[in-house]
């Protein structure tokens, strides 16, 4: 989990990420339908969250190979023409109000897979499935981040010498339960964050864990009418 200010990075989000179906600051307003170029999508469309070349910004790195290994063509294919539920990850795809075409969606991603992803990504193991098999356990993932995350992260989450709060409304409020098991899945690499097998030295952690670690998190996310009232 990330070593570095992840609540402030969750309000960044909202200043520095495209508003819905728009492209990044001083890029045309949209670009042609027939224009399939990755890099030219790319940059105009994904790098102002995930940044230049997909190395990270905002938002997670889709150059990791970790995270390309966990997440097939149906779920890239989905956050982009969709949106992500519970995060700031806007639709972009015109079926859903944006403004890229089918094609358009699909050229991003074989262009993130076919630079990005490593057959050998994993070294030969097995990653936790990319969604949960089950509704965790926060009970249990109280104990599990007391494990895994509390060395960088602190006490109940509340910050500590390695790393920041990640029990803060502002973080919660951004990120969705999926973007929390994918953040613990695959890390935040270009933070410095490790994946799930690299938080306890020998002890990967497993889906369940995982699962129950997210549960625990969700549960400290506040009330929407709670985020009303501090507004």
Not at 36 to 42: I, P
Not at 110 to 130: C, I, K, N
Not at 181 to 190: L, S
Request: a neutral charge; one cysteine or more; charged letters at 15%.
């Amino acid at each position: 989990m990330s070593p570095r200010p992840l609540a402030l990075t969750a309000v960044l989000l909202a200043a520095a990420c495209s508003p819905p179906g728009r492209p990044v600051a001083g890029a045309p307003e949209g670009i042609p339908d027939q224009v399939t170029d990755f890099a030219v999508l790319f940059s105009t469309n994904c790098a102002g969250c995930h940044g230049a070349e997909g190395r990270g910004g905002t938002a997670l790195s889709l150059a990791d190979p970790v995270y390309l290994a966990i997440a097939d063509d149906a779920v890239l294919t989905a956050a982009i023409r969709t949106g992500v539920a519970g995060s700031l990850m806007p639709a972009f795809g015109q079926s859903a109000g944006g403004l890229l075409t089918d094609a358009q969606v699909t050229a991003l991603v074989r262009g993130m897979r076919s630079q990005w992803a490593r057959p050998d990504a994993l070294h030969g193991a097995t990653a936790p499935p990319y969604a949960a098999q089950g509704p965790g356990d926060a009970a249990r993932g109280a104990q599990v981040f007391q494990t895994f995350c509390a060395g960088c992260h602190g006490q109940g989450g509340r910050g500590g010498p390695k790393a920041s709060a990640i029990t803060e409304s502002a973080f919660l409020s951004l990120i969705s339960n999926q973007g929390l098991r994918t953040t613990v899945i695959v890390g935040r690499p270009e933070l410095g964050a490790p994946d799930w097998r690299g938080n306890v030295p020998g002890r990967p952690m497993t889906s369940a864990e995982i699962g129950d670690v997210v549960a625990w998190l969700v549960a400290q996310r506040p009330h929407p009418l709670q985020l009303q009232g501090s507004r």
